[in-house]
């Protein structure tokens, strides 16, 4: 029988290391290539989408897909849904316009054009004319007996800046057309088969311009559906709404984790306060009697933000400071340590070296002391920490 959960704490603490690693990110060749970041790049991977003679092996394809997204905005002049030449960085002044040289240059992205229809496309982040003609785009298009339409391609709808006629243009967004194109590669298993290099870019470029990076990769994936089903929690993939069931899911999670990071928040200061009064009462004294110069005179635990979980041992005679850290401080006092702890088990207490004139750091070393054992309480004659303390004092 499949374990019902009496909460989800273990589960959130099992996601913690995916979760992490869906943060990270994944290779996609748009990235590495900085591709996209300026309209004339895209256009060119959109122009050869809809170049039915292309490489891309999928004919005409896009074009059809492209089209059906103009008509849906367009229901009583429909255009024909293919046939279309495909060029660009197209002058769109008029002959006039042009032998007058008073006018400059107004480039239309991509033109698609057939003796009866023509579209105009202008690519561009968001449906934003951004200083080109409406007008002018349309008489370009516009021919006897040719039908024709000024489209704006872009990531996302942003109706308040078509202004100047662009609020006439009709809207494509990547997601919709790249969505469209990836059911229909989804439904050809032959051109899968034979187009295998096109099929990882045409991916890729889904990947980085509509969905984003995967949250993890395959194995992730399997290892959160065999959780899933290991902790009662699979019947959520049989809810007739998996959007509500994602969402009832992820509010869940997101409230158990919330929980976790406020209660181990308060074990971090329990931690602290336990190692400042065993400071004070019990490892003053113990190191002390260990030395004659440098002894501790002082304990202290003020620091804040990502320092503050640390107990500092002040010393006299000139000595660097010697620190007691754990948790997020044992991180970054490990990052920044000339010979950083190699596998670092940050369930444990770490004691550290001040370098002269309290400026960085000298040496870090762990200890056996266990961030569990401070909250119960360390015993009077634990002398763990005192070694800790004399070797990383003496250079040990």
Known sequence: MTPRPTDMSG?????????????????????????GTHEKQLSNVFAWLLAADATHGLGDAFQRIFLERINAER?????????????????T??????????????????????????????????????????????????????????????????????????????????AEVLGDLQAHVARDSSW??????????????????????A?????DQISFIKAMCETGESARYGYQSQDLAAQEFADLVAEHARRQME???KALA???????????????????DKVETGQVTKVEAKLKGIWQWCVALYRGD????????????AVVENERAPELVSDPDYSRVFVTLKATGQQGLKRIVQTDVSLGEVINGLSQDDDRLRDAVLAVANGG
């Open 192 to 213: 899968r088969r034979r187009h295998r290099e096109q099929r990882f870019f045409i991916q890729q470029m889904i990947d980085h311009f509509v969905e984003g990076p």
């Open 318 to 329: 000139a000595q660097p400071t010697i620190l007691l850290v754990f948790g997020p401080t």
């Open 75 to 91: 229901p009583a002049d429909k255009l024909p849904s293919t046939g279309y030449r495909v060029a660009q960085e197209v002058d």
């Open 11 to 35: 589960f959130v603490t099992a996601l913690v290391p995916m979760l992490s690693r869906s943060l990270a990110e994944e290779f996609n060749v748009f990235r590495v290539m900085h591709h």
């Open 270 to 288: 329990r931690v602290k306060a336990g190692l400042q009064d065993f400071a004070r009462t019990t490892l003053t004294d113990q190191v002390n």
């Open 215 to 219: 949250a993890v990769n395959l194995d």
């Open 93 to 174: 002044r008029g002959e006039e316009e042009a032998a007058g040289g008073e006018v400059g240059m107004d480039i239309a992205d991509i033109v698609l054009s057939r003796q009866d229809a023509a579209v105009v496309v202008e690519n561009y982040w968001t449906s934003d004319g951004h200083v080109h003609d409406f007008h002018r785009y349309l008489a370009h298009a516009v021919g006897p007996g040719r039908a024709a339409a000024v489209v704006l391609l872009c990531r996302r709808r942003e109706a308040h800046r078509q202004q100047d006629g662009w609020d006439d243009a009709v809207v494509v967004t990547y």
């Open 263 to 265: 209660d181990s928040r």
